[in-house]
């Protein structure tokens, strides 16, 4: 494979607008660029946890099993993002989809189920984990905005929500492996009558 990127800046953007893959140039606010903005952030945040994954696997030894499922999520990410840079490219599919309901089902028997709200709290690990569902769902809102002026494809929009649904038990599995109680929400008291 040769050189994809020879030069590193071009000043072609420094007017506001940038290249889409098919040869037009949009602003850098157009919705395309917004979703694919989205979806950077959220592969380098997951580049992110994935690195503090690794650094905590010798410590708890079943971090190991989240690192695998976890790491196609960066390439399949940046299929994504190639899809939105090349509206006529198509490269993510319902296997990918599986996969993360797959990975979602059997952390969920481990886990057990939901009985309160929980806090993006416990661990920097756990932290992570949130902000990578946070981002997901940004990067989800993003391509809705995209997908009401330009149609994408439905498995787009798909992969991001499934992937928040994979973050969200990630961090409570994240938690379970280093032994921490989750983090319960705790409602705020009922205020006081002030009335007569």
């Known amino acids: ?10 000043r072609t953007g420094d007017g506001g607008e ?3 893959a098919d040869g037009r140039r949009v602003g850098k606010d157009h919705p ?4 694919i903005g989205e979806v950077d952030t959220l592969n380098s945040q997951l580049g992110l946890l994935l690195a503090e994954l690794a650094d905590g696997r010798d410590r708890w030894p079943g971090l190991g099993e989240l690192i695998e499922a976890l790491e196609p999520c960066q390439h399949r990410l940046f299929d994504l993002g190639g899809e939105l840079a090349m509206p006529e490219y198509q490269a993510l599919g319902e296997p990918e989809i599986a996969r993360l309901e797959a990975a979602v089902d059997r952390w969920n028997r481990e886990l057990g189920p939901l009985e309160n709200f929980i806090l993006p709290a416990g661990s920097r690990l756990v932290a992570l984990a949130h902000v990578c569902r946070c981002q997901a769902r940004t990067a989800e809102r993003r391509c809705q905005l995209l997908n009401a002026r330009e149609p ?4 787009l929009s798909a992969y991001l929500n499934r992937l928040s649904d994979l973050f969200f038990v990630a961090a409570r599995l994240i938690g379970r492996r280093q032994n921490l109680a989750e983090v319960l ?3 705020a008291p009922a205020p006081e009558r002030t009335d007569g």
């Open 1 to 10: 494979m040769g050189n994809r990127l020879s030069k590193i800046y071009t």
């Open 18 to 20: 940038t290249g889409l």
């Open 32 to 35: 395309r660029i917004e979703a």
């Open 152 to 155: 994408l494809r439905p498995v």
């Open 185 to 187: 929400w705790q409602a």
